[in-house]
């Protein structure tokens, strides 16, 4: 099988940074992206290179996926490491394992330390867990690769006391663009649910809880899916099975052809098999569907279990963004959750990085009253987030211009060339959270740049990338940006060096006394005179 451009890039990324001397090393690709074709594509390298491979997952359903797809896509048959099953003594080099079974200690003890050369995490958020280091920490010399779909910041930040490095990530909006998953359109609909006597558990909602909360809306909600997806294929997301059973014969009685899926349900396989074939238009189920289930043809999601795990919520609303044919785009049904005491996930979070235009989209997705692309959603909440920023930099800057400074504030130059990335960057893991160093605070000076306020490592490494390719790209300094601007001059982050040098020097030229004739600073567009 050949890989995607981006599989391709991730599987070389991923041995350069093993080969560089990084032992474990993360993967970020949304759902839908093919995360087991690259580990299966890297699991054959590691052959190539010698030593055994132990592909190591929490779920059966997973070991089962990781196996069927390492033998289409390299033709190579994996031993079982799960139950009554053993890796030992077969012939296989890799070995599809489960934690819940390697973690006890009589069956880790079976294996030397050196057993396996390369260790592969599917869904490597679930990794922070002392079942999955008790496993690490017995093959103390293995390779390791955390493959995961986006997490949010709680879980890089936890990942990156596991993992050394990021060595490859590939956004939900880049597979969009590139065609490789469908479009979504977010619907927030007019209905308000209380989710004010909601405990937390684990860092989540309470199911039970939420089930309580949920159940009074329950019809409201069928009469807002008979309006928008009477005819697409849609997969539910609720608190509870006795809440999803409720939910699906609510549905029924509303005129849908509805199922419902669980943990005990006996003919599970025939279910999901008759929903593929279109013998129902709604599947009900209480988190089962989660991971480890493709239907390519679902439309629409409806997440009805609220939550501030944004990589659970990427798992749900990742249901749906497989291509198929026919299928123009995923519809995403949202509600007005209300909550004092709590943030929790909304559409806007599948594709922002920045919090403030997370909290922008989700504003105007709110006030929307239809369905809108989520890139489009994101442009248009990223353009009001700047104009809010200058316009509150505006404020900062008057302050700023009594500071007599030969050194650009970082602030200043971030906004001036509207760089969402650095205003909005977090550190995630330790090498990023440490203070600038001298090397870097030196570098940022002789870029104009001034280092005081570059507050960890991680930014100023950014920051000092930044500065490299624009000036490998021929765009204006910081400190032409900075003297254009304080004279009115409009968006100087965007222009070239030479037309920011040019401006200068016919300043410059009029003894730094005023504009050039004819030009109008706060409509100024370099080349147009």
């Known amino acids: 099988m050949e890989l995607r451009p981006y599989q391709e890039e991730a599987k070389q990324q991923i041995f350069e940074q093993w080969d560089s001397g990084v032992k474990s090393t993360l993967l970020v690709l949304p759902t839908g992206c093919g995360k087991t074709v690259v580990f299966a594509k890297v699991a054959e390298e590691c052959l190539r290179r010698g030593g055994r491979v132990l592909i190591l997952a929490h779920r059966g359903e997973l070991l089962d996926q990781a196996a069927d797809k390492i033998k289409k896509t390299t033709g190579l048959g994996c031993s079982m490491e799960k139950a009554e099953n053993t890796c030992l003594g077969s012939w296989y080099p890799i070995t599809v394992g489960s934690v819940q079974t390697l973690m006890r200690e009589k069956r880790l003890n079976q294996f030397s330390p050196d057993y396996f050369k390369t260790i592969i995490i599917d869904e490597a958020h679930h990794c922070i867990s002392d079942s999955y280091q008790k496993v690490l920490q017995h093959f103390p010399q293995a390779h390791v690769l955390g493959v995961t779909a986006t997490p949010d910041r709680g879980d890089m930040r936890n990942l990156g006391e596991v993992f050394d490095s990021l060595a490859y990530e590939y956004t939900l909006p880049k597979a969009i663009k590139s065609g490789y998953l469908s479009p979504i359109k977010a619907l927030t609909l007019p209905l ?28 409201q909600i069928a009469e807002e899916m008979q309006k928008h997806c009477r005819d697409r294929k849609t997969v539910v997301f609720l608190p509870l099975v006795k809440t999803s059973q409720k939910f699906r014969d609510i549905l029924n009685s509303c005129g849908f052809a509805a199922a419902e899926v669980n943990g005990e349900s006996t003919d599970r396989a025939e279910i999901l098999a008759d929903f593929d074939a279109g013998r129902y238009n709604v599947l009900c189920n209480s988190m089962l569907l989660t991971e480890g289930w493709d239907c390519p043809s679902v439309d629409c999601v409806v997440v009805l279990r609220p939550t501030k795990v944004r990589s659970l919520y990427s798992q749900m609303v990742g249901r749906g963004t497989r291509l198929s044919p026919g299928k123009e785009y995923l519809l995403l049904l949202d509600f007005l959750w209300h909550t004092e005491r709590h943030e929790l996930c909304h559409p806007a979070d599948l594709i922002c990085t920045d919090e403030e235009v997370s909290r922008q989209m989700t504003a105007n997705l709110e006030a929307a009253g239809c369905a809108v692309d989520l890139e489009e959603a994101e442009h248009a909440a990223a353009e009001d987030v700047v104009a809010q920023r200058e316009e509150a930099l505006a404020k900062q800057l008057a302050e700023m211009r009594r500071r007599k400074s030969r050194l650009v504030d970082p602030l200043q130059f971030e906004m001036s060339i509207q760089a969402e990335d650095l205003s909005g960057y977090v550190p995630s893991f330790g090498w990023e959270m440490a203070p600038a160093s001298d090397n870097q605070r030196q570098a940022l000076e002789k870029f ?19 500065l490299q390719k624009r000036q490998q790209e021929g765009l204006a300094r910081p400190r032409q940006i900075r003297q254009l601007e304080s004279r009115g001059f409009q968006h100087v982050g965007t222009w070239t060096f030479g037309q920011a040098n040019n401006m200068i020097s016919r300043i410059a030229a009029m003894g730094w006394r005023g504009i050039p004739k004819g030009v109008d600073p706060a409509t100024y567009v370099p080349g147009t005179e």
């Open 448 to 466: 104009g740049i001034l280092p005081d306020e570059i507050e960890n490592a991680g930014k100023a490494s950014l920051l000092l990338e930044r």
């Open 192 to 219: 308000k649910m209380d989710l004010t006597g909601v405990g937390i558990q684990a860092g989540d909602f309470k199911s039970g809880d939420l089930a309580t909360a949920l159940e009074p809306y329950l019809h």
